[in-house]
Nanobody, 115 residues
Framework: QVQLVESGGGLVQPGGSLRLSCAAS????????MNWYRQTPGKERELVATITSYGIDLNYRGSVKGRFTISRDNAKNTVYLQMDSLKPEDTAVYYC????????WGRGTQVTVSS
C-alpha cells in the first residue's frame, strides 16, 4: 500500500532554511507527479508545490515562489522541498501527496518559523 513519510521539519529563525524530505513506497514513484501541501490549525490544507514525474515541470504557490524549490530523486523514491528565506507565515505542518493515492496523507512534518 502507499506510504509517504515526511521528515526534516523543525524550528528555524526567520530568514533561515530547511530541507524537507518525503520517502515514498507502495506505488511506481517515477510515474507520478508529487505535491507538497501545508496546513495550519483552523485552515484548509493548501498546495505549496508540484513536480511532474520526471521533474520537467515545477509549479509553486505564489507566496513561496523564489524561496522554495521542489525536486525529486526517482532512484531513491524521494521528493524534497528546499525552503529558504523562511517567514513566520510559513509555519505549518507540511505533507507530501501523490495522485497514486490522493486521499492518503502521512503524518506530516512540523515547520515552525519564529525568533
Amino acid at each position: 500500500q502507499v506510504q509517504l513519510v515526511e521528515s526534516g521539519g523543525g524550528l528555524v529563525q526567520p530568514g533561515g532554511s530547511l530541507r524537507l524530505s518525503c520517502a515514498a513506497s507502495g506505488f511506481p514513484f517515477s510515474m507520478y507527479a508529487m505535491n507538497w501541501y501545508r496546513q495550519t490549525p483552523g485552515k484548509e490544507r493548501e498546495l505549496v508545490a508540484t513536480i511532474t514525474s520526471y521533474g520537467i515541470d515545477l509549479n509553486y504557490r505564489g507566496s513561496v515562489k523564489g524561496r522554495f524549490t521542489i525536486s525529486r530523486d526517482n532512484a531513491k523514491n524521494t521528493v524534497y522541498l528546499q525552503m529558504d528565506s523562511l517567514k513566520p507565515e510559513d509555519t505549518a505542518v507540511y505533507y507530501c501527496n501523490t495522485l497514486a493515492a490522493p486521499t492518503y496523507w502521512g503524518r506530516g512534518t512540523q515547520v515552525t518559523v519564529s525568533s
